[in-house]
C-alpha cells in the first residue's frame, strides 16, 4: 500500500477564515460519503495529519519513521494510508485532528493535553551533538563547557539547565517556532556544529542523531541523564487521537503493541537514541551511540 495525500494544506493567510471554511465544507461532503464507526472515524482508509517537511518526522515524500510507522499501522488495519499536510507549528492539533482532517497524529509527548494519548510507541532523551575530532563532553555540567560555544533551540527543557549553570552567555539560541516549510532550527544548529559554528549543540535525541550521521565525517552524539537536577530530559512518545474516542485508543494501544518489534526496527534504521522505561539506552548493533544517560 502507498500513502496518498488527500489535501496539500498550508499555514492560515489573510483569507483563512473564508477559505478554511470553504474547504471544511467539501471536506466534510468527501467524509460523509466514506462510511465511518460509531465514534465518527472513517473505515475506509486511514486517515493520518503530518508535517510535509519535518524529517526525520515526516514529509511528504513518505521518507520519515512516522510516516512507516503510520504505515505499518495501516497495512495491519488493512485500509489504504492516507496523509493530510499541514506544518507542525502553533495551531496543528486545533487545524487537523479536532476538525476530522484525520483521525491520528503521529509522535506527540505523553503528556499531551491536547489530544488523547495512546500508549507510548518510544522514549528518546536530548543529546549533545559535536565534532568527532573534539573531546568528548560527558554533561551539561562538564566543566569543558565552560570554554565552548553552545546552541539550544529555545524553549526546550535543557536551556533551563544552561540558564541555571550560568552558560547562557556563550550560547546561540536557534527560534523553537517555525514555519517548517522553510526552517529547521535544530538542524540548522547541527549543521553550525558541523562547521564550526558553535561546539556542543544540545538538540532533541531523533533530530540530533538523523542530521549528525549526515556529515561527513559523522558527528558524535551523547544521550543525556534522563533527569538532571530535577529537569526532565526523556520523554515517552504517543499517538494522538480525539478526546473521548476510548475504542480507538483501545485498538491503536493494540497495534503499538502488536507492532512493537517492527517499530523498534523503523526508529533503529533512524538512529533513534532509545530508552527503555528504566531509562537505559537501548542497544542497538548498527548505531554506536557515544555515553549512557
Not at 495512546?118 to 573534539?134: G, H, I, K
Request: aromatic letters at 8%; one cysteine or more; a negative charge.
Amino acid at each position: 500500500m502507498k500513502a496518498e495525500a488527500l489535501q496539500s494544506t498550508s499555514r492560515p493567510g489573510p483569507f483563512f477564515l473564508l477559505g478554511w471554511g470553504l474547504g471544511l465544507l467539501l471536506l466534510g461532503l468527501g467524509v460523509c460519503a466514506s462510511p465511518a464507526d460509531r465514534e465518527g472515524r472513517n473505515t475506509e482508509y486511514l486517515a493520518v495529519c503530518g508535517d510535509a517537511n519535518n524529517l526525520p518526522f515526516s514529509n511528504d515524500k513518505m521518507e520519515g519513521f512516522e510516516n512507516r510507522i503510520a504505515q505499518l499501522i495501516a497495512t495491519k488495519l488493512d485500509r489504504p494510508l492516507h496523509y493530510r499536510w499541514w506544518p507542525q507549528s502553533i495551531g496543528f492539533v486545533r487545524n487537523t485532528l479536532r476538525t476530522r482532517l484525520c483521525d491520528l497524529v503521529m509522535g506527540v509527548t505523553s503528556v499531551n493535553e491536547m489530544v488523547q494519548n495512546s500508549n507510548p510507541y518510544y522514549r528518546s532523551v536530548y543529546c549533545l551533538v559535536q565534532r568527532a575530532d573534539e573531546p568528548l563532553v560527558t554533561g551539561l555540567d562538564d566543566p569543558a563547557l565552560r570554554d565552548k560555544k553552545l546552541g539550544i533551540v529555545a524553549g526546550t527543557p535543557p536551556a533551563t539547565l544552561l540558564t541555571r549553570y550560568d552558560l547562557m552567555d556563550q550560547t546561540k539560541p536557534y527560534q523553537l517556532t517555525v514555519d517548517t516549510r522553510h526552517f529547521s532550527p535544530a538542524r540548522e544548529a547541527v549543521n553550525d556544529v558541523a562547521s564550526g559554528d558553535i561546539d556542543v549543540a544540545v538538540i532533541w535525541g531523533p533530530i540530533a542523531a538523523y542530521a549528525a550521521a549526515r556529515h561527513s565525517p559523522p558527528l558524535k552524539v551523547t544521550p543525556l541523564p534522563a533527569k538532571v537536577d530535577g529537569v526532565e530530559l526523556a520523554f515517552n512518545v504517543s499517538m494522538g487521537l480525539r478526546h473521548r474516542e476510548r475504542q480507538w485508543k483501545h485498538q491503536v494501544n493494540s497495534l503499538i503493541e502488536q507492532l512493537k518489534p517492527e517499530i523498534e526496527h523503523i526508529l533503529f534504521e533512524y538512529q533513534v537514541p532509545l530508552l527503555g522505561q528504566d531509562n537505559h539506552v537501548i542497544a542497538d548493533p548498527n548505531v554506536q551511540l557515544s555515553g549512557t544517560p
